[in-house]
């Protein structure tokens, strides 16, 4: 069995597809994902929502997707449901040496991949708003007879990311779902959350805080499995 690094590569394709579309909480558990590190130290992986042994065969595949707080600032709460409440605004680049300029939060993924048949699969990342109706595909790949566990902890203020007007300083919900797919390009299995930045009283287009089903443009990112390379992924934390 090989062991998968990280992300082989992320393939940065042009293409703009416009569609609307929903995310909502979707997993097989929430709760803590052991041996989840997302890529750092000291990330919380208490609160995952884990979509676990999706089986083909005699392979396996866990997807997990989380919220967490970026250095020191507010923490990250949920509702123990999928939904998580994070804190508009920038984080300014911390002491010596310095960091990348961010948002107060990032989202946190987790893909492990027990391919026992090589049959070969491919992960892809949506993301999106609900203040735009415009998706970008920026990658896809396949996977093809590899093994192990791919993670990272991204925030929306990236270049390779921001492809949906996302302003770090507004309030808004935002909605992340990992998909896995087989070599035909089949959907096997899904696992996804919402982060709430600020106050719902204060996001445009959201009539009261019941409504959590929102309009949300959104953003391929796919992972193709293995190696976007470990240092450049704790780099990006």
Same mark, same amino acid.
């Given at each position: 069995?090989?062991?998968?690094?990280?992300?082989?590569?992320?393939?940065? &394709? $042009?293409?703009?597809?416009? !569609? @609307?579309?929903?995310?909502?909480? /979707?997993?097989?558990?929430?709760?803590? =994902?052991? *041996?989840?590190?997302?890529?750092?130290?000291?990330?919380?992986?208490?609160?995952?929502?884990?979509?676990?042994?999706?089986?083909?065969?005699?392979?396996?595949?866990?997807?997990?997707?989380?919220?967490?707080?970026?250095?020191a600032n507010p923490t990250v709460g949920n509702n123990g449901a999928g939904t998580f409440f994070a804190t508009p605004g920038l984080n300014d680049g911390l002491g010596s040496p310095s960091h990348d300029i961010g948002t107060t939060w990032?989202?946190?993924?987790?893909?492990?991949?027990?391919?026992? &048949? $090589?049959?070969?699969?491919? !992960? @892809?990342?949506?993301?999106?708003? /609900?203040?735009?109706?415009?998706?970008? =595909?920026? *990658?896809?790949?396949?996977?093809?007879?590899?093994?192990?566990?791919?993670?990272?902890?991204?925030?929306?203020?990236?270049?390779?990311?921001?492809?949906?007007?996302f302003d770090p300083n507004a309030s808004a919900i935002y909605g992340f779902q990992l998909e896995a797919f087989d070599a035909a390009g089949a959907l096997l299995g899904t696992t996804a959350i919402n982060v709430q930045v600020g106050q719902?009283?204060?996001?445009?287009?959201?009539?009261?805080?019941?409504?959590?089903?929102?309009?949300?443009?959104?953003?391929?990112? $796919?992972?193709?499995?293995?190696?976007?390379?470990?240092?450049?992924?704790?780099?990006?934390?």
């Amino acid at each position: 069995m090989k062991k998968l690094l990280g992300l082989t590569s992320l393939f940065l &394709t $042009t293409g703009l597809a416009v !569609f @609307a579309t929903s995310i909502t909480p /979707n997993y097989g558990s929430f709760g803590p =994902l052991s *041996g989840a590190t997302f890529g750092g130290s000291g990330i919380p992986n208490d609160a995952v929502a884990a979509t676990t042994k999706i089986v083909n065969g005699n392979d396996t595949i866990t997807l997990g997707l989380t919220a967490t707080a970026r250095y020191a600032n507010p923490t990250v709460g949920n509702n123990g449901a999928g939904t998580f409440f994070a804190t508009p605004g920038l984080n300014d680049g911390l002491g010596s040496p310095s960091h990348d300029i961010g948002t107060t939060w990032n989202f946190d993924w987790y893909i492990n991949l027990a391919d026992n &048949t $090589t049959a070969g699969y491919s !992960f @892809a990342l949506l993301y999106g708003n /609900n203040t735009t109706g415009a998706s970008t =595909l920026l *990658g896809f790949g396949p996977a093809s007879n590899v093994s192990g566990t791919a993670q990272n902890s991204w925030n929306l203020n990236m270049g390779f990311l921001n492809t949906i007007s996302f302003d770090p300083n507004a309030s808004a919900i935002y909605g992340f779902q990992l998909e896995a797919f087989d070599a035909a390009g089949a959907l096997l299995g899904t696992t996804a959350i919402n982060v709430q930045v600020g106050q719902l009283d204060e996001i445009p287009g959201v009539p009261d805080a019941a409504s959590t089903a929102l309009l949300l443009g959104a953003g391929f990112l $796919t992972l193709a499995v293995f190696g976007f390379g470990k240092n450049r992924l704790a780099l990006a934390k």
